[in-house]
């Protein structure tokens, strides 16, 4: 099983955990930039169901994720 750890100097204190009865949030739950509509955050869960999403800044420089824009001459 793959595991998805943060780079070092991530700071596990600053994410602010959704509740599970809450409707999402449309802000990054670790730098609160807003993530707009059609994006796609990383969105983690803990076992008691409370949620956390990265926006793409955050992704990139916290978790690695790389993103690519869709070039449509391509399709």
């Known amino acids: 099983m ?3 750890q943060p780079k070092d100097g991530f700071d596990w204190n600053k994410v602010t955990w959704g509740r599970p009865d809450s409707v999402r949030s449309c802000l990054c739950s670790y730098c609160s930039a ?9 969105i983690m869960w803990t076992n008691d169901s409370h949620a956390a999403q ?7 420089a916290w978790w690695g994720v790389m993103s690519f824009d869709d ?3 391509d399709l």
């Not at 807003?34 to 990383?42: C, D």
């Not at 926006?55 to 990139?60: E, G, I, R, V």
């Open 2 to 4: 793959m595991q998805l």
């Open 34 to 42: 807003v993530i707009p509509e059609g994006a796609m955050p990383l």
């Open 54 to 60: 990265f926006c793409l800044a955050c992704q990139k």
């Open 71 to 73: 070039d449509e001459d």
